[in-house]
């Protein structure tokens, strides 16, 4: 049975077939995931994996230091756990020293320790002389990435990414690839009745999908199609999870771990996680989700506790500096802004550059410089624009650069960088001008297999529905949890609420830049708590203050620390309220 409610959005999010809705709603393991073997070099990468451990040769994890790459190489460190093979060693570059990506100087390294063969985790696809030098030095690599791919493939083993070949979905992230690769080793293995294997009960990787889950949402790759089922299935896994690093940070984050969300991937884990490597520790995060010991992993959750709370007041910083930065340099009709300085750490412009592009729309770019004096930066879109498109219209700007459509990062050339906004504001224009275009000779740009952007304004351009305070209830949001896990793709419905009466408002917060209300329903009195991280009352269409009536712009969501049963709004925009 499905509700009228749902129907709507589902008809909103163009899911109208009857059997579309069906699995929309009930996600099926078997049928709704694709089989590993279709993925490009999936075969060629299983044979060399397998002669590998069958010679008891040294192999590498590389793995970036993400919250994708990070899980990504936790899942495969169990995989190789699992069977019991223990000559394999984990590689985390420094995300300031080494930055993004496969190196040279890295392989070179493992090459010295006696590694023959390096499996990439979210990384390598555009990384030809670092493959190459690997090759120079008798040593394989099989590539596993889901990054575009941008300048030809680089001379590996395998290339294992779901963007090449017929892989029936383009959007996995990278920890799913890697999960894609271990199911079908654990598959092959079987086949072959090798001993290690056999002893595995089948359906064992299912188990790994929490790592999965935590990358997939955390990575903003579409939460629509087999991303969807296995985000849903990893959260399963995930709220009962054994895994002692996930406990650990449930306790640290205070959630409850039989209730988790996306919210709470979203929010407390993956800031987390991401914490190590921008603060300069990436290990720490990959120790936390593979540890045994119950004392190591709440220990190594309160490190990352702490880099996270030092992390959120360095970047508070940065986006202040760089927000008076833009009201000073542009105009509300400038679709790109670029802002850098010497003094900025690149590991933390990604989350400066996203509150810039929240606030304002289009692409925000900012840059800084890294331990070895390199220019680099981050860029975030809102989804009109595609941030890779964008670089490689200026590609001889830059050092490197790659990333996917809402989001990248680059090394910018010192004799470019001066001239970098106006030659990025050029493109801008000329992408936007070939993109309509595009959309007018009968197109849509926008679904060419890229990864949709993040849905906080365009997927958001109109409201879902139209809700009145007497409308909310825990009956009301399991509806609407039956739509969930909520993400690129598939944002959380957007509602106005109409004629609310404010009774209270305040700011909160250390900076005081929070806001909350109360709004009560004249009809019933019952009163809702709403508000917004990062939003005082004069950044919306209107200031809330008490005694006023509005219509609140907002989605619903459960509110944890207030009780079990207990909803909150939160507030994307308060407006004068509807006649």
Excluded at 491 to 503: E, G, Q, S, Y
Aim: a negative charge.
């Amino acid at each position: 049975m499905v509700s009228n409610l749902v129907h709507v959005l589902l008809h909103k999010r163009g899911i109208r077939d009857a059997d579309d809705i069906e699995k929309f709603l009930k996600p099926e393991y078997e049928r709704d995931t694709h089989d590993p073997m279709l993925l490009h070099d999936m075969e060629r990468a299983i044979a060399r994996i397998l002669s590998a451990t069958a010679e008891g040769e040294k192999i590498a994890i590389y793995a970036d230091f993400d919250c994708d790459g990070i899980p990504g190489a936790a899942l495969m460190h169990d995989f190789f756990t699992k069977i019991d093979y223990a000559n394999v060693r984990v590689y985390i570059p420094h995300r300031d020293r080494e930055g993004h990506g496969f190196h040279v100087e890295a392989v070179e390294m493992l090459a010295a320790e006696g590694v023959s063969l390096i499996i990439t985790i979210d990384c390598g696809v555009g990384s030809i002389e670092a493959t190459q030098k690997a090759k120079e030095c008798g040593v394989d690599v099989i590539i596993t990435d889901h990054h575009e791919v941008t300048n030809g493939l680089p001379p590996a083993a395998a290339v294992v990414n779901p963007k090449l070949g017929a892989y029936p979905f383009k959007d996995l992230c990278g920890a799913a690839v890697t999960w894609k690769l271990v199911q079908a080793l654990l598959r092959e293995g079987r086949k072959r009745g090798l001993p290690s294997f056999a002893a595995i009960h089948e359906g064992w990787e299912k188990w790994l999908l929490d790592l999965v889950a935590i990358s997939t949402i955390a990575d903003l790759v579409p939460l629509v199609g087999e991303n969807r089922v296995l985000a849903h299935f990893g959260l399963t896994v995930l709220r009962k999870s054994p895994r002692k690093g996930i406990r650990a940070l449930c306790s640290a984050a205070r959630v409850q771990q039989a209730t988790l969300t996306e919210d709470d991937i979203g929010f407390s884990f993956a800031p987390r996680i991401n914490a190590a490597s921008r603060m300069d520790e990436p290990e720490l995060a990959f120790k936390l989700l593979t540890t045994e010991s119950a004392d190591e992993a709440e220990a190594l959750a309160a490190q990352l506790e702490s880099l996270n709370r030092k992390r959120r007041g360095a970047v508070a910083a940065m986006v202040r500096e760089a927000k008076s930065r833009v009201r000073a340099r542009y105009s509300s009709a400038d679709r790109v802004v670029v802002l850098g300085d010497t003094e900025w750490k690149p590991s933390l412009c990604g989350l400066a550059a996203n509150s810039i592009m929240e606030e304002r729309g289009g692409i925000a770019i900012m840059w800084g410089r890294d331990a070895n004096g390199k220019l680099k930066g981050s860029a975030r879109s809102d989804g009109q624009l595609s941030v890779v498109e964008l670089f490689a219209r200026v590609a001889e700007a830059f050092e490197e650069y790659g990333g996917h459509h809402a989001s990248g990062g680059f090394t910018v050339l010192h004799e470019a960088v001066h001239t970098l906004p106006e030659r990025l504001a050029a493109a801008a224009r000329d992408l936007h001008t070939s993109a309509h275009e595009h959309e007018a000779a009968g197109a849509d740009p926008s679904r060419e297999g890229r990864a949709e952007a993040d849905p906080s304004r365009h997927d958001r351009v109109a409201v879902d529905a139209e809700l009145v305070l007497r409308d909310i209830s825990i009956g009301f949001f399991k509806e609407l949890s039956r739509l969930a896990p909520f993400g690129v793709g598939n944002p959380k419905p957007l509602f106005r609420v109409r004629n609310a009466r404010i009774t209270f408002a305040r700011q909160f917060g250390k900076e005081m830049n929070h806001t909350e209300v109360t709004v009560v329903c004249s009809e019933t009195g019952v009163s809702h708590r709403a508000f917004q991280f990062f939003k005082t009352p004069m950044d919306f269409t209107l200031a809330p203050s008490p005694g006023t009536a509005a219509d609140l712009l907002a989605t619903l969501e459960k509110d944890s620390f207030r009780g079990p049963d207990r909803l909150a709004l939160r507030i994307a925009d308060i407006v004068a309220p509807r006649s």
